[in-house]
């Protein structure tokens, strides 16, 4: 096991991100948490915190294909899988792919696009393959998903479907920066108006397909002992039976949650996990997997609260 080979590619993609990116520092080792186990991201933050130019950072430091779909309320299903169009010169029908058909894709506001054209992603999302006219097409095995959502706008949105919120390993609030942060963004990044281009910055491609197998290889022999993994199902377990949550996660977010920790164990350079891994990733691997209670939603108790008092009251296996 080289954990030494997955953490130099944590760190070059790190270094890469941070060409553009000030602070979101635990946005960035979730979301390389989630490449090394395979998983999908949300980042919910309100506008203008840099989420898109996250992911763009994020998948400029890797020599993959990225694609990338502006979600809006008239797109359709074929908008993203692609069609079948007929080819007069050949007779025939020819598919033509959509966007879906790259390794890393952003899904950029994906709330702003009606449920049929999200639950297009559905398949995607949990088999990494595509079915077009009966016909399935595979979309390999470093195929990605990271979405962008605003959470205070509802006019012309469409909440995502507790089904496809479960296809997310993680769902990342992306805050406001602090004061320092603040300061430097405006210092690295306010010379103009638009969006900045991520290729005025020269980030390098730091990761090749074969490196992030390697690295994704590595992580899946972390050691996750038997203590760990009962601590991993009674956090699981414990969001069925919490007074505040109507609905807790199922056993999905069990399998999830130890891929990530091991994942989480490999980029703190550890060959096994450790009960602190699993609290790190516990609340944002599950708080779009649960469903708070009516009274809980007027009482003002929030998805994380409730996971915290969860985690606070769950025995810590020594």
Request: net charge negative; aromatic share 6%.
């Amino acid at each position: 096991m080289d954990l030494q080979f997955t953490a130099d590619v944590v760190n070059a993609v790190k270094s890469e991100v941070r060409k553009v990116i000030v602070g979101q520092d635990d946005s960035i080792e979730l979301m390389l948490t989630s490449l090394l186990c395979g998983g999908h991201i949300l980042l919910e933050g309100v506008p203008g915190t840099g989420k898109t130019l996250l992911v763009q950072s994020f998948a400029s430091s890797m020599n993959l294909q990225f694609g990338r779909i502006q979600f809006t309320p008239d797109m359709m299903p074929g908008d993203v899988l692609g069609t079948n169009l007929f080819d007069f010169r050949t007779n025939s029908f020819v598919l033509t792919k959509g966007p879906v058909f790259t390794q890393i894709l952003l899904a950029d506001e994906i709330n702003r696009t009606p449920p049929k054209t999200q639950a297009a992603l559905l398949q995607a999302m949990n088999e990494r393959q595509v079915s077009i006219d009966r016909q399935t097409y595979d979309l390999g095995e470093e195929f990605m998903v990271a979405a962008t959502e605003n959470p205070i706008e509802q006019q012309g949105t469409y909440p995502l479907p507790e089904a496809q919120l479960d296809r997310f390993l993680f769902k990342i609030s992306v805050d406001y920066p602090t004061l320092e942060e603040e300061l430097e963004i405006v210092r690295l990044h306010g010379y103009r108006s638009a969006m900045p281009k991520i290729s005025e910055y020269g980030l390098v491609p730091v990761i090749e397909a074969a490196h992030l197998s390697a690295a994704r290889y590595c992580t899946a022999r972390i050691r996750l002992t038997d203590p760990l993994i009962g601590y991993i199902v009674d956090i699981v377990r414990a969001s069925r039976r919490h007074q505040s949550i109507q609905t807790g996660a199922s056993p999905r977010a069990a399998n999830m949650m130890a891929a990530a920790a091991r994942a989480y164990a490999a980029i703190s350079g550890r060959e096994f996990v450790i009960p602190d891994d699993v609290k790190r990733i516990a609340v944002p691997l599950m708080r779009h997997r649960i469903v708070m209670t009516a009274e809980a939603d007027i009482e003002g108790v929030t998805s994380d609260q409730a996971l915290r008092d969860i985690i606070d009251q769950t025995p810590v296996p020594r």
